[in-house]
């Protein structure tokens, strides 16, 4: 035994110091001519080392290096910086000139993509074709092979600036580890921030380059995400994504997304997503969902489907973007669209909006420049069924809407309170109409669009005004033939209510307005003005029924109908009623239809006493 642990402990020093003598016979700058030359020839970027490249034995052979920059053809800023770079080597690799890298690791790297990181073609430059890089001298000498496992970055910073906006992805931790079957496991951590929004993720895929060639496949097994800052929730969106992913190469290329499973806060939604990767892409969208809340998506306070929100506040959004209105409104900018084409198909089990519960929706949407149509967007909503497509033009700015919604028997208190208006009307309502505006949002729909409009409400009551007792009240106090009636609430009901109109920019002028019962039928005309909720309605009521008093009186009563003006604000309404000018008029009309009667029997009788003298 002691023999044996003898050789051993010998053999276990020769191999040391052979590896010790082979380590320092290889000189690790010999590697930085090389290196340099490999980035020039793969892509055509400037590979820089400040300091000397050294070995690093424990606990595994490392080349440390100082300071890197990659820089793109006269960039003015590094694509690519880093505080030092580790080179994880194996040892007999290096025999047979063989750089065999087991991971790179970068500490402190800035990825910068701005205009002054890109490569500057100087005036009267030649122009290299299209796809071509920067060759090397094809008589390069050097027998290094290089081979990398592993890459980690690690406290390291992206920054990405387009035209309009600046990126800034920090604390970025990655990791790329390739196994035998040329299968990559990608892990990736990090904050994205821009305009006040912060982006946190962590990522892990396994991504199949075993067909390098012909595609790219593999699976996203993890990307666990909170989205926070100005004009979002208070808690932020948090979720998770998963999905098989597939990328195919052909003349255009196409890209599939399979599995598809995002979860967002309280909503899920599932489905695949491929895309075309022609001159203009094309995609093809069909997700579905058994429940989508928008309502804790957008931040707006919690409510149940039963129980809308009375008024849509901002109180659960951080630093709520300033709304736009009035003359300054917003330039309504879809041109973004024209990049490409998609196909949209999204089913609903059920959707949480404004507190609204609304069931069965489905959403087909085709976008082929210049226009997004909504082809399909139908749903149940509050007892009934609504349908509302809808065409959006973005060939210019601001972009030109059209719809056509047509609501049927649906309760209108509950969708009143979601939209924040004045709950005066209530009842069961139908309506058509066919509108176009500028803009797509509740500014818009209430300041920009024009078209005509019709509804009808059944079971209808309009609340804070009594017609019918209003006009029997006033008459009642004009004259003593008639008795005041019970009071019987501070309404007016009606079995049909019907309005017929024309919406220009927010007035709406009522071309016809009909409500009748047994009780009360009123006709009018008027206008509205939707933005400053006021109304101002010519109405001719005939009451026939709940009149007391004289019978005659009554009866001429019932036969009239009475002018009455309805104005002011929907929340205080005012009216116009002139009782004893109605009755004065009225009198006057009965006492000349006798006096000429009587006239007209004196006449006859004189006539007869005159032809029995004769």
Do not use: C
């Given at each position: ?14 191999v ?6 082979l ?5 690790p700058?010999?590697?930085r001519?090389y ?7 793969k892509?055509?970027?400037?590979l ?13 052979l490392s080349?440390?290096t ?9 960039a ?25 890298v ?20 100087k005036l009267?430059?030649?122009v290299?074709?299209?796809g071509s890089?920067?060759d ?11 081979d ?12 990405w ?10 604390n ?5 580890k ?10 990736f ?10 982006l946190s ?5 396994d ?7 012909q595609?790219?496949?593999g699976?996203?097994?993890?990307f666990?995400?909170q989205?926070?800052g ?15 992913f597939?990328y195919?190469?052909?003349d ?5 997304l ?12 599932k489905?695949?997503i491929?895309?075309h ?15 989508l809340n ?14 809308p ?9 951080v ?7 009035g003359?300054?409104a ?6 973004g ?13 059920n959707?949480?909006?404004r ?5 069965d929706?489905?959403f087909?949407?085709?976008?082929q ?7 399909t ?10 349908s ?12 030109q809407?059209s719809?056509k ?18 709950e005066?009307?209530?009842?069961i309502?139908?309506?058509k ?19 005509p ?42 079995d049909?209510f ?30 509205v ?35 009455l ?14 009782v ?29 006493n ?5």
């Open positions: 035994m002691k023999r044996f642990l003898t050789t051993l402990i010998i053999l276990l020093v020769v040391v110091a052979g590896l010790t003598t380590v320092m016979l290889v000189n700058n010999d590697f001519h290196l340099v030359e490999q980035v020039e020839k892509s055509g970027y400037q820089e080392f400040k300091g000397d490249m050294r070995w690093h034995v424990w606990p595994t080349i440390i100082g300071p890197i920059s990659i820089t793109a053809l006269e003015t800023q590094p694509i690519l910086s880093a505080d030092n770079m580790r080179l994880d080597v194996e040892l007999w690799p290096l025999i047979s000139h063989r750089l065999s087991e991971q790179i690791v970068l500490d402190g790297a800035v990825i910068r993509k701005t205009p002054e990181s890109e490569s500057q073609i009267n430059s030649p290299p074709p299209e890089h920067v090397v001298d094809s008589t390069d000498k050097s027998k290094w092979l290089l990398i496992e592993k890459i980690d970055i690690s406290n390291s910073l992206v920054i600036q387009t035209k309009k906006d600046e990126y800034n992805l920090r970025i931790n990655l990791s790329l390739k196994s035998d079957d040329k299968i990559v496991t990608v892990k951590s990090g904050n994205l921030n821009k305009n006040q929004q912060e993720f962590d990522t892990q895929a991504i199949d380059l075993s067909k390098f060639n595609q790219i496949s699976q996203l097994t993890q666990d995400y989205f926070s100005v004009d979002l929730p208070q808690a932020g969106i948090t979720g998770q994504i998963t999905t098989d597939l195919v190469k052909s255009s290329g196409t890209a599939s399979d599995n598809l499973m995002i979860k967002a806060n309280e909503s899920e939604l489905g695949n491929s895309i990767l022609t001159e203009i892409p094309a995609i093809i969208i069909k997700l579905s969902s058994d429940s928008v309502d804790s998506l957008l931040g707006m306070p919690h409510s149940s489907a039963t129980s929100v009375a008024a849509v506040d901002n109180s659960a959004r630093g709520v973007k300033p709304v736009i209105s003359s300054n917003q330039k309504y900018d879809l041109s669209l024209k990049s490409f084409t998609a196909d949209i198909d999204l089913t609903v089990g959707l949480i909006y507190g609204m519960s609304v069931t929706v489905k087909s949407a085709q976008n420049t210049p226009r997004f149509t909504i082809s967007l139908e749903g149940k909503a509050f007892g009934g069924q609504f509302l497509p809808v065409t959006l033009n973005y060939s210019a700015i601001p972009a809407v719809a919604p047509d609501f049927k028997n649906i309760n209108l208190t509950p969708l009143l309170q979601a939209f924040k208006m004045p005066k009307l209530s009842g309502i139908s309506l109409a066919s509108l176009s505006g500028v803009g797509y949002d509740d500014y818009a729909v209430k300041n920009l669009w024009q078209g409009l019709n509804f009808e409400l059944t079971n209808a009551k309009l609340a804070g005004l009594n017609i019918p007792q209003l006009i029997q009240q006033s008459i009642s106090r004009v004259t003593n033939k008639i008795n005041a009636p019970v009071n019987t609430g501070n309404y007016t009901e009606v049909l019907t309005v017929s109109g024309r919406l220009n920019k927010g007035d709406m002028n009522i071309s016809s307005l009909r409500a009748t019962s047994s009780l009360v039928n009123i006709s009018g005309q008027g206008r003005n939707v933005p400053k909720e006021t109304i101002d309605v010519n109405l001719g009521v005939n009451i026939a029924g709940g009149w007391g008093g004289d019978s005659r009186l009554v009866l001429q009563l019932q036969a009239m109908t009475v002018p003006r309805i104005y002011g604000s929907w929340h205080s309404l005012q009216y116009q009623l002139d004893e000018k109605l009755l004065r008029n009225e009198l006057r009309t009965q006492a000349k239809e006798a006096l000429g009667n009587w006239l007209k029997k004196e006449e006859k009788q004189g006539l007869n005159l032809l029995n003298a004769l």
